[in-house]
């Protein structure tokens, strides 16, 4: 299994051959360079490792919200060129396997449940992640992502703490990813959020 994960200050291909990993790449993301380089970048760790490999499925999780029933990319706020693109189908024809593609809070939260924290029962569960972004996934107890009518159940980044605050990237105010996560914090104080 292929394993793809796009961040918005890293990305990450890594490869599965049961349960263990054999391979991986790990890069940081060009924001400025959008989709086009973050694609660029993925078909060439692919076409290196592809005469090596036999794949069979892969795994997207996206730093931004997906719609899920379409698997469809709704919009990234870390860089350009995201907008309803059609990762899931561009990552079928580049591999030639089934793809799933979901938000990256909702792979993590999915994990967790299965293999971490949640793995013996201690679920519902809410995952949380405070990066460059800010997100969240909930898993019920049989396992299952909750994602509400929109796919967007969870996204605690984009939930409005300071109505009257700053635009967020995502077009609302006062988000609080606008306000605490590692991008803004950078960007608003002019040094890394870890200082």
């Given at each position: 299994?292929?394993?793809?994960?796009?961040?918005?200050?890293?990305?990450?291909?890594?490869?599965?051959?049961?349960?263990?990993?054999?391979?991986?790449?790990?890069?940081?993301?060009?924001?400025?360079?959008?989709r086009e380089w973050m694609l660029e970048q993925i078909e060439t760790?692919?076409?290196?490792?592809?005469?090596?490999?036999?794949?069979?499925?892969?795994?997207?999780?996206?730093?931004?919200?997906?719609?899920?029933?379409?698997?469809?990319?709704?919009?990234?706020t870390h860089a350009r060129g995201w907008r309803k693109f059609d990762l899931h189908r561009y990552a079928e024809d580049l591999l030639e396997v089934p793809v799933v593609m979901d938000n990256d809070a909702n792979a993590g939260?999915?994990?967790?449940?299965?293999?971490?924290?949640?793995?013996?029962?201690?679920?519902?569960?809410?995952?949380l992640t405070l990066s460059t972004g800010i997100g969240g996934g909930i898993v019920f107890n049989d396992a299952r992502v909750y994602r509400g009518a929109d796919s967007w159940a969870?996204?605690?980044?984009?939930?409005?703490?300071?109505?009257?605050?700053?635009?967020c990237l995502c077009g609302a105010r006062g988000c609080l990813e606008r306000l605490c996560s590692g991008l803004w914090l950078e960007r608003d104080f002019g040094q890394p959020a870890d200082e």
């Open positions: 299994m292929l394993a793809i994960d796009i961040g918005g200050t890293r990305f990450r291909v890594a490869l599965f051959e049961d349960e263990r990993l054999t391979r991986r790449e790990s890069r940081a993301t060009d924001r400025e360079g959008g760790i692919w076409h290196a490792w592809k005469p090596e490999v036999t794949l069979h499925r892969c795994g997207i999780g996206f730093g931004g919200p997906v719609d899920f029933e379409r698997q469809q990319v709704a919009l990234s939260a999915l994990g967790e449940a299965l293999h971490g924290a949640g793995k013996d029962g201690a679920r519902p569960l809410f995952y969870g996204e605690i980044g984009h939930v409005t703490i300071q109505p009257d605050g700053p635009e």
